[in-house]
Structure formats: C-alpha cells, structure tokens
C-alpha cells in the first residue's frame, strides 16, 4: 500500500508497503514514484499516473490497496486546514495513451457519435471538458477507455449521504486519457435535462470546516486489449462482484400476475366502434381523475403491447378460468388480425386505421412483436379451445414482405410506409424482426426463413461486435441505446436452442455485457421529501433508456428469461443474480388499489413508465404520472415465460418477497 500526502505546494511521500502481487494477464503491475507522483507500471513501461491537483488549504492522503491481479482500490482523503466557503477537489486517473474506443456507461460511447439526436456529443463542449453526475451513470461514475496496449475502467463507490454525491470527466486527449473525478456534484458546461435539451451547467458549493475531510474512494481495474471490445468484459465483471446487492420488497409472482390482469381488464381495456383492445395507458386528466389516454392510444406493441395483453388474458383463462379474461383475449387478437395488408405488412397503430390515414408509417419494433405474438397466440388460442389459423397467416405475411425486402447486407428496414416503401434503414431496430424469422423456420422448415434471419443477425451483430453499442431501438429517440438489444439476445438464445452451436452463448454474452452498461449496480441516495426516498424507489437493478433519454424505466424485464437462461448455459451466477436484480426494480411501486402518489390514488396494477434518477425533465416528481399500458405486459410475459423453464426460477428466493 502506498501513502501520499501532500500539504500546499509541499509533497511529502511516505511508502508504506511496496510490494505489488503479480497480475497474471496483465503482467507485473507496480506503483513507482516518479517525480513526485504515483504511476502504474507494467514490466517498466508506465501504463497511468495518479493525478490530484493541489488546493490551498487542503491536505490529501492516498492509499492503494491491491484487491487482485488488475484491480485496485484507491482511498484519497482530503483534509480541511482551514475554514474554507467552498472548494473543488478532483482525483484522476491518467491513462498514458490515447483512446481508440472510450465509454461512460449508458450516458457516452466514444463520442455518441451515431443517429440524429442532440444528447451530448465528444468529450468536450466549446472547448471545455464535460462533467457528468455520477447519478448518470450505472456503476457509480464508471469510465472506460481503450488504448494501444491496455483497456483502463474506473468507477468510484456509491455515496452514502448526499454530501458525498461527485461527479465525472472522462478527457480523451491526443496521448493520454484522463479518468477525472470532481467534488463536489456537478454538471459543466450545460446539463442535459430533456430529450434534446440543455440549460445552464451547474456547480453545487460545499462548505469545509477545519479538521473536516472529504474521501474518494476509487477503483482502477486493467486488461489487455482485445477484439471487439472484449476487454470490457473484466471490468463489468469486478463492478458486479464489487457492488452492494440490496433487496427490496415486492409482492410475490401470483399476487403481481392478478394485478397485471386486473390493470388490463378494469382500466385499459377499451372498445372504440370497431376496436375492442387495450389503451396505451392512463393519464390525469383536468379534473385530476385517471383517464385514457385520448390519442395515439392503440399499438400491437411497443408502449400498447395489445398482442401481448391478450396471450397473457388468454393463458389467465387457463390458470383461472376466467370467461372474461378469455373474450376479451381473443376480441383483441381478431380486432387485431384483420390489419394485416395486402402485401404482407401490418398496420401497427389502430388510429391509423381508424382516422382514415392512409401513409400512417409501419415500424420494425411493432411488426416484429405483431408477427412473434401472433405465432404464440395461434398455438395459445387453440390450447384455449379456439382454432385461430389467421393469426399464423398474419405472422407469416409478415416474415414474407421482409424477406422479400430485404438487402443483400442482411439489413432490415427500420420503417415502412403501408405500400411497402421503406422510409429508413439505419440502427439495429429491424433486428426486432429475426425472432420471427427463427419461429416461422422452425414451425414450417422453410429455409428461406433460417437464411434471412441468419443474415440479418450476423449484420447486426457485426455492427455491435464493431462499434460496442446498438441503435434506435426506442421509436421516440434515435441514437445509441440498450432497447435495441434486445432482440439481438432473444435471437442468440433461440439460435443456440435451434442448432445448440457454442457459438450463440459467445454471441448472447457479447450482447449481455454491452447491456450490463446500462443496469444500475448501486441504491441512489436521495433527500428527505424527494419522490424516491418518500415512496421508497430504489434504482438498484434498473437501467437508463438511451443517451438521448437519461431517465430510468423497467424495460429490462422483457430479457429476465434470456438471463436466467445465460446463467444455466454458462454456468455464471451473474446473470441469475443480474434478473433477480432486475425483477425486483421492475415491480417496485406496483399499485395493489391502495398506492397513492403525488395525492393521486392508482388503479389496481398500474406501474408509471420513468424514474428521473438525475437532473432530468421534471426531477421535482422523479416518479413520473404515465401509467403505461407496457410494464404490465412484459410483466405477465415475463411471468408466462419463466414458469415454463427448466429450474421454475420464479421460486427461488430472490423473486419473490
């Protein structure tokens, strides 16, 4: 362990202990004093040095600790030798090369380069460095870049009070990379708030009094470099072990399955002259009661999931016998199949259909759901006692126009107009149509469903393996996010089941890495009064939209099964411990009928969609008032997926309350 302290313009170094274990892969790892600082070395060659900027009337002490062979704890304690108004203390990590590849999870990948949103883009703003609240990030101010020889992560621990909140700045430079952390929080030069949207920077100010100290707790974890941004991977590997794994209650699964059902049959169910579906959700309405929303309000999927809805009322009659739950499943999937187009595309938002519109666009998320749900629905029906042939007619239509338009790339369309003209191609979001192509194959054998879906996946995987992140998944944002993974994991887990190659575990954990950037491995602390610590929101185990929408949702649910299953393919504990993390988040704040929030009594299993975790849209109400229709349904699907796996997960104890 080595001790810095330096007082004024006076560095005094004191080396405790010298001797450094020896780092396997990494080679031999050692701090050496060199001019006064401490470098990490590798067989000679400096990899990084420890910089703390001098402040006046502070004192500072470090102390490394060796956790294993590539990771080490840095404890920086800052001391007050004065009354001071208000101070900045900053301690960084400079990683001696410059980035081919660098990351701060879920809020930057190497510049936030792609797609046409206006989140931050670069390092830098009017030549000034960014500073991020580490409130942004998943793993407590977690940055990551990769240099010509090694891959360097730093991240810091949770705070425990408010007064410890910090912030980030990761500085690609031509020859070095800088991994800086701030005290106290702020965001400079402007803080991102909304989808597009910027306001003024801020700065908090921290008073110190004499004999008062300040710590930062840091963690430095290297590995070499390897291709496709494998390097990550060891990184993700220690935050997970390192990181606190708190539990909160929820209700148990058959307690959550009533409410999922009772929210679709009492308050989103909706008949509409010829419609008879679910609504998007509630919203309050003038007179403050929950209402409908009154437009844009029928959707196959995506924020609708009307064909999901029906499979799980469906599946509710043969838990329960409930009629009700069976007529209004099936009244949802036949109002549903008659949308379908002549030329095999299908009309995915019901208000086209029922304003008249004729150019209303079609998009590669919504039709890859309609298209796997109606397979499953036909099979559910017909268990039902209800032979339904028209829903697989209508999921085939579907799998036969993409293949048909497909590029020879394997690129799917990201949307479509009714005639069959795509209207944009760009980002993994027609990936969300190779689950169907795997389902049609393997119910029908046609070959041609096999290869397009095959050609596909491997363009998309490609662009993943290539660049480290995928793309507009998400309809109301375009850029780099975690939604438009998905599909690529539900397709590397069926393509294992279809041909059992090793090659689809390697794949699906490829994609469950870059997808653990953007799980949250920490609890936030948050004041007394605020949404979070009055209703009892903890963000442990959820995970943030995009770079274009920085606020947390429960999306993750929809890939629980595809982690417990990695965790028995694999043998690694992770993953279950990662879908257990991520099912408790995702049913916290599910209302029994008696939850009240901002003075608003919830319907019986209505859950909000967003949870502004950081300075984000309106943070006086972190717990937003969108009773979306989509948690619900991913949900029950979740619940309807994991009963019929092998090791019945939903008993374990993590699951349930």
Not at 126 to 133: A, I, M, Q
Not at 442 to 470: C, I, M, P, Q, V
Not at 568 to 589: F, H, M, P
Request: proline share 5%; aromatic share 12%; net charge negative.
């Amino acid at each position: 362990m080595y001790l810095v302290e330096r007082i004024g313009r006076v560095v005094i170094v004191a080396i405790l202990i010298c001797g450094m274990a020896s780092c396997g892969k990494t080679g031999n790892l050692k701090w050496e004093k060199t001019d006064g600082a401490l470098t990490l070395v590798e067989k000679g060659a400096p990899l990084g040095v420890l910089d703390i900027p001098e402040v006046d009337g502070i004192t500072h002490k470090e102390m490394i600790e060796t956790l294993d062979s590539s990771t080490f704890k840095i404890t920086c304690v800052f001391k007050a030798t004065e009354d001071l108004d208000s101070v900045l203390l900053q301690a960084g990590f400079n990683h001696l090369s410059a980035s081919g590849f660098w990351m701060i999870p879920s809020v930057n990948y190497n510049g936030n380069a792609w797609g046409r949103g206006q989140e931050p883009k670069g390092a830098e703003e009017n030549g000034r460095w960014r500073t991020v609240s580490f409130r942004r990030t998943p793993i407590p101010g977690a940055m990551y870049s990769e240099g010509t020889r090694y891959a360097i992560a730093t991240w810091a621990e949770a705070p425990k009070s408010i007064k410890e909140n910090f912030s980030c700045s990761l500085r690609p430079a031509e020859s070095q990379t800088g991994h800086v952390y701030l005290w106290p929080e702020e965001e400079m030069p402007r803080t991102y708030s909304n989808r597009d949207h910027f306001e003024p920077g801020f700065r908090n100010t921290q008073p110190l009094k004499k004999g008062e100290t300040i710590e930062f707790r840091i963690y430095v974890h290297i590995s070499p470099i390897q291709a496709e941004h494998r390097a990550m991977r060891s990184f993700l590997d220690k935050a997970w072990e390192l990181s606190p794994k708190p539990k909160v209650d929820i209700f148990p699964v058959e307690k959550l399955w009533e409410l999922g059902i009772r929210y679709a049959k009492e308050s989103i169910w909706a008949e509409d002259g010829d419609y008879k579906g679910f609504s998007i959700g509630l919203v309050l309405g003038q007179d403050g009661k929950w209402q409908q929303r009154p437009g844009w309000k029928y959707e196959i999927g995506w924020c609708g999931q009307n064909a999901s809805y029906a499979i799980s009322l469906l599946k509710d009659y043969q838990k329960n016998g409930s009629k009700e739950s069976l007529e209004k499943g099936i009244a949802t999937l036949d109002t549903w199949s008659r949308c379908g187009l002549p030329n095999g595309l299908f009309v995915t938002n019901y208000d086209h259909i029922m304003s008249g519109n004729p150019n209303g666009s079609i998009d590669a998320c919504n039709l890859g759901t309609a298209a796997v749900n109606f397979f499953e629905a036909c099979d559910v029906a017909k268990e039902c006692g209800m032979e339904r042939p028209e829903y697989e007619r209508v999921a085939y239509a579907i799998c036969d126009f993409v293949v048909s338009d497909q590029q020879d790339n394997g690129c799917y369309a990201k949307g479509w107009l009714p005639n069959g003209e795509s209207i944009y191609r760009e980002g993994t979001i027609g990936c969300f149509l190779v689950p169907a192509m795997i389902e049609a194959y393997r119910r029908s054998g046609e070959k041609k469903y096999l290869d397009s879906g095959l050609k596909a996946y491997n363009h998309y995987l490609a662009e993943l393996k290539e660049n480290g992140f995928t793309t507009a998944g998400a309809l109301d944002t375009w850029c780099i996010d975690k939604e438009s993974s998905i599909s690529l994991l539900r397709s590397a887990i069926r393509f294992h089941r279809l041909t059992g190659s090793p090659k689809y575990i390697e794949d699906a954990l490829a994609i469950s890495y870059y997808l653990s950037t953007w799980l949250w491995h920490y609890d936030g602390i948050y004041p007394e009064g605020d949404d979070f610590s009055e209703y009892g929101y903890h963000t442990f185990g959820a995970t943030s939209v995009s770079v274009q929408h920085n606020h947390l949702d429960p999306y993750a649910l929809y890939w629980v099964p595809e982690w417990m299953e990695l965790s028995e393919l694999t043998g690694d504990s992770q993953w279950k411990e990662k879908a257990v993390a991520i099912w408790r988040n995702s049913n916290q704040l599910v209302s029994d009928g008696t939850l009240e929030i901002h003075g608003h009594l919830r319907p019986a299993g209505s859950q909000n969609e967003a949870y502004f975790e950081c300075a984000w849209g309106d943070y006086s109400h972190r717990v937003n008032d969108w009773l979306v229709a989509w948690p619900g349904a991913f949900r029950l699907e979740t619940i309807r997926r994991l009963e019929g796996f092998s090791s019945n997960p939903l008993s374990l104890p993590g699951f349930v309350r």
